[in-house]
């Protein structure tokens, strides 16, 4: 792979000056939009809009042409009509600006005709050694230096956390903007959001190998379309793999009628689902079946540790949901196995005469009368050998109960090795204290026991796969 395409990625990302073109006043337009949110956010370095019928835009001079800006410019930002972006294109190249994000549509999505004149687009960058992000895409973000380059609805989330260590491809702007957005209201921290629209130049496979080096991310979500390069695309998961990175995929287009939905989307090739998953297992990519897991699973393994076997240690407050957590394992490949003699014994000093010690196992209403029961309870499965996670499922503990069991998961997971996850029914509002204490502590919190399972599978056979491969490699 070229460096020049790794060089244009981070004039792209990382930009010290920014040229929109096609910049407006009017904030619904796009050109608009783009402006309000450089400024919005804080770009810290130079915005140059560019209009040849403004003067200036947002309080801002507004240069007439591209070779009328005063200095370079790492990224050009182009929202204009299909027919003038070659000209564009030109004006760009003799400036030196290397690197475009292209929002127009018009392209490939549109059929046959557009597929030739994105050919045509192509072709014209490498004439001009110009690199493209789109087109027909919403734009990029990065949160490690206030670059917010997209007009998504997203970049209007309040209150947008402060930059985190997970990176996001997009190859559907709506759909990834929406989920961007939602992410960003629950709290998590994202470093870098990237929607690649149709692809034409740069694309996924040029993205996470970008990543795969980003001192920024440490784990890498994509939602996927098509690739046009298998190749290329194997060479980026293999890189990433070999960095450490997680790559976790959700890949739509899984049947006929989604791979023809998908062709008619970006214009990009769906191919067999199968294909897709032999390649992700080979190179440790975490595929998810589901679109709201990709940052449950990332989150997951930014804060979880090293789960070294299947074996789940389950303690709940509830008998109802010890059966619903057993059968979820069951049902996704982890093990519920018996606990120790030892262990047995030790727990049931903790409950009353007609109480069972199994695994999962029931505390009754201990609990809310004595939490210390609880504590125990955790230590005791923390000790057992043969445990490798724990999940522990709450019901309706709340406040100020909730704080005093939060603490006390807090205190024993910094003292082992082993994973915690917590699925908690109750309204986060009758326990808002302790879910906060939790979250800002690492430890994951799922609403429910079968979304923290699902999670926790993910996780496990990352986690047994890497391990796996390491030692074949000795």
Not at 15 to 40: D, Q
Not at 185 to 208: Q, R, V
Not at 265 to 277: C, I, M, N, P, Q
Not at 289 to 306: D, I, P, R, T, Y
């Amino acid at each position: 792979m070229n460096d020049k395409r790794m060089e244009a990625i981070n004039k792209l990302l990382y930009p010290k000056s920014v040229a929109v073109i096609g910049a407006s006043n009017n904030e619904k337009k796009t050109g608009g939009r783009l402006m309000a949110y450089l400024t919005k956010h804080d770009f810290p370095y130079e915005i140059y809009p560019i209009n040849p019928k403004e003067t200036q835009i947002q309080g801002r001079a507004c240069y007439q042409s591209i070779r009328d800006l005063p200095n370079n410019v790492d990224v050009a930002l182009v929202v204009l009509p299909v027919k003038m972006i070659f000209s564009v294109m030109e004006e760009c190249a003799a400036k030196g600006i290397k690197s475009l994000l292209i929002y127009s549509s018009g392209f490939a999505e549109l059929g046959e005709e557009g597929e030739e004149l994105q050919k045509n687009l192509v072709r014209k960058a490498r004439e001009l050694d110009v690199y493209i992000c789109g087109p027909n895409a919403i734009g990029v973000a990065n949160t490690q230096q206030n670059f917010f380059g997209s007009f998504s609805m997203a970049m209007e989330t309040p209150n947008i956390p402060k930059p985190g260590k997970i990176s996001f491809i997009t190859q559907s702007g709506a759909i990834g903007g929406g989920l961007l957005s939602r992410v960003w209201s629950e709290g998590i921290g994202t470093s870098t959001f990237i929607s690649s629209g149709n692809e034409a130049d740069l694309d996924s496979a040029d993205y996470i190998r970008f990543l795969a080096d980003d001192n920024n991310t440490e784990v890498i979500c994509v939602y996927l379309e098509g690739i046009r390069d298998g190749q290329k695309f194997i060479a980026a998961l293999k890189k990433a793999y070999e960095k450490g990175k997680p790559v976790i995929v959700y890949k739509n287009g899984r049947t006929s009628l989604g791979k023809k939905s998908v062709q008619s989307h970006t214009g990009s090739l769906a191919g067999d689902f199968h294909v897709y998953e032999a390649v992700f297992k080979q190179y440790g990519v975490i595929s998810v079946n589901h679109l709201e897991e990709l940052f449950e699973v990332a989150k997951a393994l930014l804060v979880m540790k090293e789960i070294n076997g299947k074996n789940v240690g389950v303690l709940s407050t509830s008998g109802g949901a010890c059966t619903i957590i057993a059968d979820s394992c069951i049902q996704t490949g982890l093990s519920v196995p018996a606990f120790s003699q030892k262990t047995q014994a030790k727990l049931s000093e903790l409950i009353p005469e007609y109480g069972i010690v199994q695994n999962p196992f029931d505390t009754t209403a201990n609990i809310i009368n004595d939490p210390k029961a609880f504590r125990v309870a955790m230590d005791t499965l923390i000790k057992d050998n043969e445990i490798d996670s724990i999940v522990l499922m709450l019901t309706t503990v709340g406040e100020p109960v909730a704080s005093v069991v939060a603490q006390d998961i807090i205190n024993l997971s910094k003292n082992t090795n082993k994973s915690i996850i917590i699925t908690w029914l109750i309204s986060e509002t009758l326990a808002a204290n302790a879910f906060q204490m939790l979250r800002n502590n690492g430890i994951p919190i799922f609403s429910s026991p079968e979304r923290a399972i699902t999670v926790l599978n993910y996780v496990t056979n990352y986690h047994l796969n890497k391990t796996k491969r390491l030692k074949e490699r000795v």
